[in-house]
């Protein structure tokens, strides 16, 4: 540091240092601008890679992949001079919390497009991953690094007959076993990148750098599994990309295209898992597990205070329901919650409360089916027994916890509503008081609970202001809660982590110089807020 290499670029402080060399911070004095220099020890092995990482970006002018502007050498060393990124990697940006869904689902967009840019000029990245791709600060825009074990498809290959050149956790199948890495190994890593940022955990990572090798090749299990609430058909796109027979993943066009088509139907403001929260599949057991007793719990008491509320007057198949919903709601507490309200709405039908039938449906079933977040389903059931308490206007700041804007007001309306509704049952002032005074009848007619119950309510000047109201309010305790809700996220995954800050193929590249033995380890790059090039 301090010194000037190839006669214009001086060298200021030193950014970080990754499996192929060290980068720093220059000040290009000839064009008066920032720039990142990598150095790398330009003797053998090492020697061919950096030709071939100059030769490869040389060819690649896209907006989506780091500048490369020279080539030289100084004291044995070789010297790639790029552009400058003020941004961080996609590695730290997921493990902060700081991307959306949506704003995930652009990265994968932008990524596709660079690749495509690359893979029409000959050119196969190899080691696609979030520590490959820089977010910048302004006008965010993805942008990928590192070409520096690229493949160019008309040039020998680097490595002898079943060498490997990678990162280990993000290698294709055919990539790890030795054999050619083609355009298909990229759409694998890239795929495998988006289903750790989506799901925070990546499924080939094991303790050991041998468990991880082995796991590779094999099926791995569904994005959907972790992230039941993104679209189905990034789901399955991202699942198809991720077969280990490269004949049969779909291209970066078809991958590109499903992923701007879902762009509408993710959350712009809710982040996924934090990284390492699911690492350990004991935790990830315990706490699925944990969420789903809490909801069916809470189905099981809804549904046994509805029957015993009732009287006991009908058929007695409707206590079946309570093990019945529970069983659905340890599977998935919305399909719980859901086959409960219908199933319960069938047996006041037969009880003859056709009305009560009716209210029950339209309050429950379509919210239910709405929110994004599945788990919260049972979140509105918590507004009326907090107004029993004489804490009703606690349930916005409540609600305000959900992350999703959308599915915070839609939680919110549901909950007000299941507390008018209680008043009007149960003839108390929960809150605000009863808005309509219908007569002990409107249960056992669907007439009279339309024109008694529903539309009385909703057509009332206080059931609309207290609803504005408590929307209002959601609103601004999830604008509060948000760095509460990061910090939580950054917290668990620090703890999560920490136990497996150990020597393992986790997050570093590693080279397998004969397929038959372990890897080797080498030094992941660094990072920071004005870090990370090529």
């Known amino acids: 540091m301090g010194s000037t290499v190839l006669e214009r670029f001086e060298v200021e402080r030193k950014l970080g240092r990754g499996g192929f060399g060290t980068v720093y911070q220059a000040?290009?004095?000839?064009?008066?601008?920032?720039?990142?220099?990598?150095?790398?020890d330009a003797e053998g092995e090492a020697g061919r890679r950096v030709l071939t990482e100059a030769q490869a970006s040389a060819r690649l002018n896209h907006p989506g992949i780091v500048t490369l502007y020279e080539l030289?050498?100084?004291d044995g060393q070789a010297l790639l001079v790029s552009e400058l990124i003020e941004g961080d990697t996609l590695h730290r940006l997921t493990a902060d919390g700081v991307l959306s869904d949506r704003e995930i689902a652009h990265v994968g967009a932008d990524l596709c497009e660079a690749l495509d840019h690359a893979h029409n000029r000959g050119v196969i990245h190899r080691d696609v991953k979030p520590q490959n791709v820089l977010v910048t600060d302004r006008d965010p825009q993805a942008k990928l690094m590192d070409f520096g074990i690229a493949r160019v498809l008309d040039s020998a290959g680097l490595t002898a007959t079943g060498g490997v050149v990678g990162t280990l956790a993000y290698m294709a199948p055919e990539q790890a076993a030795g054999g050619r890495a083609g355009a298909e190994a990229d759409?694998?890593?890239?795929?495998?990148?988006?289903?750790?940022?989506?799901?925070?955990?990546?499924?080939?990572?094991?303790?050991?750098?041998?468990?991880?090798a082995r796991v590779i090749g094999t099926r791995l299990p569904s994005l959907g599994r972790r992230r039941r609430d993104l679209p189905a058909d990034l789901v399955g796109t991202i699942d198809a990309c991720l077969d280990p027979d490269p004949r049969r993943r779909p291209d970066l066009e078809e991958l590109g295209t499903v992923i701007e088509a879902s762009l509408d139907a993710l959350d712009p403001?809710?982040?996924?898992?934090?990284?390492?929260?699911?690492?350990?599949?004991?935790?990830?057991?315990?706490?699925?597990?944990?969420?789903?007793?809490?909801?069916?719990?809470?189905?099981?008491?809804l549904l046994l205070a509805t029957l015993t509320a009732v009287g006991g007057v009908g058929p007695f198949w409707g206590y079946l329901l309570v093990p019945a919903a529970a069983a659905l709601a340890l599977l998935s507490p919305r399909l719980g919650f859901v086959s409960a309200a219908a199933g319960l709405a069938a047996w006041l039908v037969s009880?003859?409360?056709?009305?009560?039938?009716?209210?029950?449906?339209?309050?429950s079933i379509p919210p239910a089916l709405l929110v994004r977040?599945?788990?919260?389903?049972?979140?509105?059931?918590?507004?009326?027994?907090?107004g029993a308490c004489g804490l009703g206007p606690l349930y916005p700041a409540l609600a305000g916890f959900v992350p999703g804007?959308?599915?915070?007001?839609?939680?919110?309306?549901?909950?007000y509503v299941w507390l008018v509704l209680a008043e009007i049952v149960t003839r108390r002032d929960l809150l605000f008081g009863a808005t309509t005074h219908p007569s002990k009848a409107w249960a056992d007619s669907t007439a009279n609970a339309l024109t008694e119950v529903l539309i009385p309510m909703i057509l009332s000047p206080g059931f609309l202001g207290g609803l504005a109201l408590w929307m209002l309010a959601?609103?601004?305790a999830g604008m509060l809660l948000t760095p509460v809700r990061a910090w939580r996220r950054r917290r668990a995954d620090l703890q999560l982590r920490r136990p497996l800050e150990e020597p393992s193929v986790r997050e570093e590249p590693v080279e397998l110089a004969d397929r038959r033995t372990a890897p080797g380890r080498a030094l992941a790059a660094g990072g920071g807020r004005r870090a990370m090039v090529s």
């Open 373 to 386: 977040n599945g788990s919260a389903v049972t979140l509105p059931a918590a507004a009326p027994v907090l």
């Open 27 to 40: 000040w290009d004095r000839r064009l008066e601008r920032d720039v990142a220099v990598k150095v790398i």
């Open 72 to 74: 030289g050498e100084a």
């Open 405 to 415: 804007i959308r599915s915070r007001l839609l939680l919110t309306a549901t909950g």
């Open 351 to 363: 009880a003859g409360h056709p009305g009560a039938a009716l209210a029950l449906a339209l309050v």
């Open 269 to 301: 403001e809710s982040a996924p898992p934090a990284r390492g929260a699911f690492a350990w599949p004991a935790l990830e057991l315990s706490a699925a597990t944990a969420g789903r007793l809490g909801n069916a719990a809470v189905i099981s008491g």
């Open 187 to 212: 759409v694998y890593s890239l795929a495998l990148t988006l289903y750790e940022c989506w799901s925070g955990h990546n499924p080939h990572v094991r303790p050991s750098p041998v468990a991880t």
């Open 474 to 476: 959601a609103t601004l």
